[in-house]
């Protein structure tokens, strides 16, 4: 490997430690796309890191303070590798690896598929390692039987959750390059007839964000309050 080679993938992990945030978010406060946030106590042996995507954060650690889940550690890694899966696999790879090397035994990967075509699935079958159920959190935090029951009414539809409504602007409509190229607008949500907007919370400016982001997408909108779902399931489990 040459030393440029070496000395970029260096540049780039320190700049993910850089952004890393080893302390609880701020009340109300959110995790943004590009970062990482790690919270730990006492590392290791006898607790459990639940490895997650940072559109969960804010969720994860409320159900970690309402479960009293004292020795449940969190890492989320960055939510904008959504616009770009191919990161996940590796990302929870060498995540999963860090953590053994720490001495923790129980690790939980909070992600569906989330587009990595089974990419994700075949790491952690390697890893011997398990993930939330379903292929994406909305079917995750709708709980799954729920949301398979709705998936050929919902055929058409493009979900919001919490995150992703707060985030629209970053994730969806610059990160798609609709703010660039409106003319893109009918290639992406052409066949979508409708918005529903999964709610995690009764947040009356969420709720006003997600009616816009329909408005904005020229669909229909729905607004449904699921809560967590199996993402507080799992998370009871290992508390």
């Known amino acids: 490997m040459s030393a440029r080679r070496r000395g970029g993938r260096a540049a780039k992990r320190a700049e993910r430690a850089a952004r890393a945030r080893r302390h609880a978010l701020p009340p109300g406060g959110d995790l943004s796309p ?20 940072g559109a969960l954060a804010k969720e994860i650690i409320h159900l970690k303070a309402q479960l009293g889940a004292d020795r449940l550690d969190l890492h989320c890694l960055p939510a904008e590798w959504h616009n770009t899966p191919r990161h996940i696999p590796a990302g929870v790879r060498a995540r999963i690896r860090q953590a053994r090397a720490e001495g923790y035994e ?13 990419g994700l699935d075949a790491v952690l079958a ?4 398990e993930r939330l159920p379903g292929a994406h959190c909305y079917a995750f935090l ?3 039987e729920a949301f398979e029951k709705r998936l050929e009414a ?18 969806i409509w610059k990160g798609m390059m609709l703010d660039r190229h409106p003319e893109l607008l009918g ?4 066949n979508y007839e409708k918005l529903v907007y999964l709610a995690q919370s009764d ?10 982001a329909a408005q904005r997408l020229k669909l229909a909108f729905e607004h449904r309050r699921v809560g967590y779902g199996d993402l507080e399931t799992a998370l009871r489990q290992r508390a």
């Open 154 to 171: 919902d055929a058409r539809s493009y979900f919001l959750t919490d995150y992703l409504a707060r985030h629209f602007d970053t994730l």
């Open 34 to 53: 590009a970062d990482e946030l790690a919270i730990t106590s006492d590392k290791g042996a006898g607790r459990t890191l639940v490895i997650a995507c």
């Open 126 to 129: 390697e890893e011997g390692i």
């Open 142 to 144: 709708s709980g799954l």
């Open 203 to 212: 947040d009356p400016a969420l709720l006003q964000k997600a009616r816009e």
């Open 106 to 118: 129980n690790i939980l990967v909070a992600y569906g598929d989330c587009g990595t075509g089974g």
């Open 187 to 190: 290639d992406y949500f052409g």
